[in-house]
């Protein structure tokens, strides 16, 4: 026999526990706008962080302008100038697109800060060595350039994992965002493997031929893949935006959609032309 206030229970009848309380809603909308306020200043962070690196990018452009020298080459003022827009661009498109994507704000706010970082170690990586007169990646000729070459080597792996990371989060659970945008995303951060696979297999066959002997023959064989590595790199930007500004129009649903399937074919087209590019010159 169990007694349960003031009454008796018949044996073998189990009394169930009260559950604890449920936190009140104050308490739970608090801590829901404490993460909400992390991941937005998380967001600064990367928007400013992009914004200076774009910055970079464009004055060092201004630098080439007043001091000339070779727009191409291992050693010139076109890498600070293109990594930095290039670095700067993505990170906000990142920024930007990520917060479409259906996964734990405290898992985005790290996965964003990290790239940050590691956007801006990459490019002042090469915008140091730019100033130093000396190739950034590739070089082993000391110990201090060797030091910064397998540094970017690790950021690159670095921006991998992270990027491919936002990439699975996106096919794992479909996108919030408007008509059109889903497909957008998940097509940009498949286009932008593309870009992550490329990048790897310039560095591997750089170092390959570095350790070799083959210097000259190193920076020669990143050309047939810069094409491509660099087309595919934006489509995480371009694709959504086309979905963004397609859905301030009045179009239906559905229109909306097939210009965004449309947008996907043509970048895709552009991506193959590059990919055959690429084949054609190795």
Same mark, same amino acid.
């Given at each position: 026999?169990?007694r349960r206030?003031g009454? @008796?229970v018949p044996a073998?009848?189990?009394?169930?526990?009260?559950a604890p309380?449920?936190?009140?809603?104050?308490?739970r909308a608090?801590a829901a706008?404490s993460r909400w306020?992390t991941? @937005?200043?998380?967001?600064?962070?990367?928007?400013?962080t992009?914004?200076a690196?774009?910055?970079s990018?464009?004055?060092?452009?201004?630098?080439f302008?007043v001091?000339?020298g070779?727009?191409?080459?291992?050693?010139s003022?076109?890498?600070?100038?293109?990594?930095?827009?290039?670095f700067?661009?993505t990170?906000?498109?990142v920024t930007?697109? !990520?917060?479409y994507l259906r996964? *734990?704000a405290r898992?985005r !706010?790290?996965?964003?800060?990290?790239?940050?970082a590691?956007c801006? #170690?990459?490019v002042? *990586?090469i !915008?140091?060595q730019a100033?130093?007169?000396v190739?950034s990646?590739?070089n082993?000729?000391t110990?201090?350039d060797?030091g910064v070459?397998?540094?970017?080597a690790?950021?690159g792996?670095v921006?991998v994992v992270?990027?491919t990371?936002?990439?699975?989060?996106s096919? @794992?659970?479909r996108?919030?965002?408007?008509?059109?945008m889903p497909?957008?995303?998940?097509? /940009?951060?498949?286009?932008?493997?593309?870009a992550?696979l490329? /990048?790897?297999a310039?560095?591997?066959? /750089?170092?390959?031929? !570095?350790?070799?002997?083959?210097q000259t023959a190193?920076?020669?064989s990143?050309?047939?893949?810069?094409?491509?590595h660099?087309?595919?790199?934006h489509?995480?930007l371009?694709?959504?935006?086309?979905?963004? #500004?397609?859905?301030?129009?009045?179009?239906?649903d559905?229109?909306r959609?097939?210009?965004?399937?449309?947008?996907?074919a043509?970048? /895709?087209?552009?991506?193959?032309a590059a990919g055959g590019?690429?084949l054609?010159?190795?």
């Amino acid at each position: 026999m169990q007694r349960r206030s003031g009454s @008796r229970v018949p044996a073998g009848i189990a009394v169930t526990a009260p559950a604890p309380p449920a936190a009140p809603l104050p308490v739970r909308a608090a801590a829901a706008r404490s993460r909400w306020s992390t991941a @937005r200043a998380a967001e600064r962070f990367c928007h400013a962080t992009g914004i200076a690196l774009t910055l970079s990018g464009l004055a060092h452009l201004v630098v080439f302008a007043v001091d000339g020298g070779p727009w191409d080459g291992p050693v010139s003022w076109r890498k600070p100038v293109t990594f930095g827009l290039s670095f700067g661009l993505t990170l906000m498109a990142v920024t930007w697109v !990520t917060s479409y994507l259906r996964m *734990g704000a405290r898992l985005r !706010t790290v996965l964003l800060v990290v790239f940050a970082a590691d956007c801006v #170690l990459e490019v002042g *990586g090469i !915008t140091l060595q730019a100033w130093r007169r000396v190739p950034s990646h590739l070089n082993m000729e000391t110990a201090f350039d060797t030091g910064v070459s397998m540094t970017l080597a690790v950021g690159g792996g670095v921006l991998v994992v992270v990027l491919t990371a936002f990439a699975l989060a996106s096919f @794992r659970r479909r996108p919030d965002g408007p008509s059109g945008m889903p497909l957008a995303l998940r097509s /940009g951060f498949a286009i932008l493997l593309v870009a992550l696979l490329s /990048g790897a297999a310039m560095i591997a066959r /750089g170092v390959v031929l !570095t350790r070799t002997g083959h210097q000259t023959a190193a920076y020669d064989s990143t050309a047939p893949l810069k094409p491509l590595h660099g087309v595919s790199l934006h489509a995480v930007l371009v694709l959504p935006a086309v979905a963004w #500004l397609l859905s301030r129009t009045s179009w239906s649903d559905l229109t909306r959609r097939r210009l965004v399937l449309a947008a996907v074919a043509c970048y /895709g087209t552009a991506v193959a032309a590059a990919g055959g590019w690429a084949l054609l010159g190795l």
